[in-house]
């Protein structure tokens, strides 16, 4: 009798589920009756009040407790400053406390708690300070204890701290003019669970920098603030903690973990996804997950995102969880910054930058509120010149199997399906590119391959997700901990890796399994593959690699991707030299660190000074006139910032190319950590490479090559760059004296050599630079010394 029961439930709840999901796919309009709503506002247009009425407040002075979050409706358009177009602040715990005649609105501490009983609660909210945002009066106090107060004040400041957002990205010292802001009366949203608001908020500088400049005149900029105040969730969230990072934590520090247990522990972020049947294996949900995808995003890339971001719709069903999650466009006339949506947005900048995932949750507990993303619109372009230079603008929008617009909407179903996989609260994962292509929270390069003697595009992107992405779902929306350790340790028989974002992202790094940008589980035999893939693109490359009609001078950029294809796979093979594959486990788990074999490091070493022979650097000749064309127009911030510097006005210089292409290498092969690394393992085992060998290789092989001028150029960018890295305080004091004295001994050994005059001068020349220490320190502490790589990555702070 009570299976029946409980069975009927169940099917009573689906069919409910299942008609509210087809009556509606976007939150209801703003049609709430106002005692229904979060709380009592009343703005006035004539005087620009929004005055709230708030509770009466509790003996501690509280009146009441918001999750609050800021976002930017305008943005600047500047991709290294990073106030884009829907940039979110983290959530944090807002109470509006009444003091006398005052109402402060203060950040509650929510990092360091107490779970235990109320004393200890007590002890760890009074042990760590809060945050006073702002400071308002009290209007009237009404009979039942409730009080009014003006909140245009509150909303009214730089929330985001834009000013230094402004000043770490290049755009120079700004200050907030709260003369030129204000709070906007005719924007005040209040539903039953959160309350929008809205303010212009204006910046002044003297001397605007470029970053600013580039893109608004005069001496002032204005943003848009929104604000939104959103109900405490429901109780029933059940919190998870990640030991692992595979999930995008937040860090909580729990002053009532049991004695013998860590005190510091990570919250897991996560939507509330409930089962309609928690028993049952495979169940309806009761609230699935819906990603909206911004109108602003032009198809076909609007129907690509779509798609991608759907991917997940599959790992969720194999986790159990029906008809769980989908995508879809976002309604006409909604706003996309309402938490009540989550949202794709589709953010133009004046350059190309990173796209953004944010789980917008409750920092109390990791429950996500509301998924964010931000797709920069400049990202699909900068594929499409990327791929046009390596098969021909004239394969565009054919259909080919090559058609660059192709293989870029491939890579925009990736980056969305990316991006939302963030938003649902998962990491990075950079073993992926190790392992056949078996996540999408990778960063993937495009499979590049020869077909009859040409570059194809027709395997660049994968489709779907993958193993670790459904293993990531079904270990994340486990109920418990508990219930997710099985998952863990089946993941580890099936021999998904993982590596995190930290152990990946520095080009000194040690896990020779992560690297981003690159491709294969052999990054030895792939850096081999791609420098012939390199090669034949470098020799094709001429005027067919731009749209006809377009300026020759914009050949300049589309030369330096490929011209630098190998940069990434360069670092990935770097990270086998000195590298150590190391797990990611707990307590209890059988995993050992492992350094990478000697023989595999010493393949990795000979492999990156194949990539510094003068054949590998020299721009062949027929390119120097083509790539020396002159454009009679404004100048244009994204090719300044994105061409290899020219020998003055449009005239191509081949030889800053070779030094560009030189550092790439040598920024890889001698960051001091790796040095360091290698200084250590030699000691424990002689088959490891020594730093002191690698430099006698890598002096041996350019000093060898220097007959001509390109191989001097070579020589003389790696002899600065030994120079630089033996001042770095980074590197071993012991690795540092001992290439003190091989530069001592390079220095007699260049006196030595014999030859041509160009070449006998410019070694006697770069002897007499080393044996005057200030001259050398002031060459390489010169930045106009140091061959600048231009940007491979996106433009800004990172993802």
């Not at 109390?364 to 603008?393: C, N, P």
């Not at 035999?525 to 914009?554: K, N, T, Y």
């Amino acid at each position: 009798m009570r299976r029946l029961f409980s069975s009927s439930v169940a099917l009573a709840l689906v069919l409910a589920v299942s008609m509210s999901a087809q009556a509606a796919v976007a939150p209801a309009a703003d049609t709430t009756p106002a005692g229904k709503r979060l709380l009592k506002v009343d703005a006035d247009t004539v005087t620009g009040k929004i005055v709230a009425t708030l509770p009466k407040p509790d003996s501690d002075g509280v009146s009441a407790r918001y999750i609050y979050l800021t976002q930017l409706e305008t943005g600047l358009g500047s991709a290294p400053i990073g106030l884009d177009r829907a940039t979110a602040s983290e959530t944090r715990i807002l109470v509006f406390r009444r003091i006398g005649k005052k109402v402060a609105a203060e950040v509650e501490n929510s990092k360091f708690v107490a779970s235990g009983d109320l004393d200890e609660q007590r002890a760890a909210r009074n042990s760590f300070a809060t945050s006073t945002l702002w400071l308002g009066d009290v209007i009237k106090t009404l009979p039942d204890g409730s009080y009014t107060v003006d909140l245009a004040g509150f909303l009214a400041r730089d929330d985001l701290d834009m000013v230094q957002a402004i000043k770490r990205g290049g755009g120079g010292d700004f200050k907030f003019v709260p003369d030129l802001s204000a709070a906007d009366p005719t924007f005040v949203k209040v539903f039953p669970k959160n309350a929008e608001f809205a303010a212009r908020l204006t910046f002044r500088s003297d001397e605007p920098k470029a970053e600013v400049s580039n893109i608004v005149t005069g001496n002032t900029l204005s943003l848009v603030l929104r604000h939104s105040l959103i109900a405490l969730p429901e109780p029933g969230y059940a919190q998870r903690t990640d030991p692992f990072g595979y999930s995008l934590g937040r860090q909580q520090v729990d002053y009532s973990a049991p004695l013998g247990r860590p005190v510091v522990k990570e919250l897991a972020r996560r939507f509330r996804l409930e089962k309609v049947d928690p028993s049952a294996a495979r169940s309806p949900v009761v609230k699935p997950i819906v990603f909206y995808i911004d109108r602003a995003a032009p198809d076909p890339v609007r129907t690509a995102l779509k798609e991608g971001v759907n991917w997940w719709s599959s790992a969720f069903d194999a986790a159990g969880f029906e008809n769980a999650f989908r995508a879809e466009v976002l309604p006409e006339g909604a706003d996309p910054l309402d938490v009540r949506y989550n949202v794709v947005n589709w953010v133009d900048r004046a350059t190309r930058g990173w796209s953004y995932g944010q789980p917008i949750d409750d920092p109390r507990t990791g429950e996500i509120i509301k998924g964010s993303v931000l797709l920069g619109s400049l990202r699909v372009r900068q594929d499409i010149m990327i791929f046009q230079a390596l098969v021909g603008a004239g394969l565009t929008g054919t259909g080919d199997p090559n058609d660059p617009i192709a293989a870029a909407l491939a890579r925009i179903r990736q980056l969305g399906a990316h991006e939302v996989g963030h938003a649902i609260g998962l990491a990075h994962n950079f073993a992926s590119s190790t392992q056949g292509r078996y996540s999408v929270m990778d960063y993937p390069a495009p499979r590049i391959e020869l077909e009859n003697g040409a570059p194809s595009l027709r395997d660049a992107y994968g489709v779907g997700v993958g193993p670790w992405d459904r293993f990531a779902v079904k270990w994340l929306y486990a109920p418990t901990d508990s219930a997710a350790r099985p998952i863990v340790a089946e993941a580890r028989s099936q021999g998904l890796r993982f590596v995190a974002d930290n152990d990946a992202r520095p080009v000194g790094a040690g896990q020779p399994e992560g690297s981003l940008w690159d491709d294969s589980a052999d990054p030895v035999g792939e850096l081999r593959r791609i420098m012939e893939v390199r090669r034949v693109a470098v020799g094709r490359f001429g005027a067919h690699a731009l749209p006809p009609g377009e300026s020759l001078a914009d050949l300049r950029r589309a030369f330096v991707p490929v011209w630098l294809l190998d940069r990434y796979q360069v670092e990935a093979a770097a990270k086998w030299i000195g590298g150590v594959n190391f797990p990611y486990a707990v307590s209890g788990e059988q995993a050992v660190a492992t350094t990478v074999p000697g023989s595999s490091q010493w393949a990795a070493l000979y492999a990156l000074l194949d990539t510094l022979s003068p054949a590998e650097l020299t721009v062949p000749d027929q390119l120097q006139p083509l790539l020396s064309s002159g454009f009679g127009g404004s100048s244009d911030r994204q090719t300044e910032i994105e061409i290899i510097p020219t020998a003055g006005g449009p005239v191509f210089d081949p030889l800053k190319a070779t030094e560009v292409g030189a550092m790439q290498t040598l920024n890889a092969l001698l960051a001091p950590e790796r040095l360091n690394r290698l200084e250590s393992q030699h000691a424990a085992d002689n088959q490891v490479p020594a730093p002191g060998q690698v430099f006698d290789l890598l002096l041996d092989r350019t000093l060898a090559s220097a007959g001509n001028e390109v191989g001097r150029r070579i020589a003389t960018t790696t002899v600065l760059a030994l120079a630089r890295v033996q001042r770095s305080a980074a590197l071993s004091p012991t690795v540092q004296l001992q290439l003190s004295g091989r530069m001592d001994r390079l220095a007699d050994r260049l006196e030595r050599i014999r030859g041509v005059d160009q070449q006998q001068d410019w070694a006697r020349g770069l002897a007499a630079l080393l044996r005057d220490r200030e001259a050398l320190d002031k060459v390489i502490a010169d930045p106009r010394r140091i061959p600048e790589v231009p940007p491979g990555m996106p433009i800004g702070d990172g993802d």
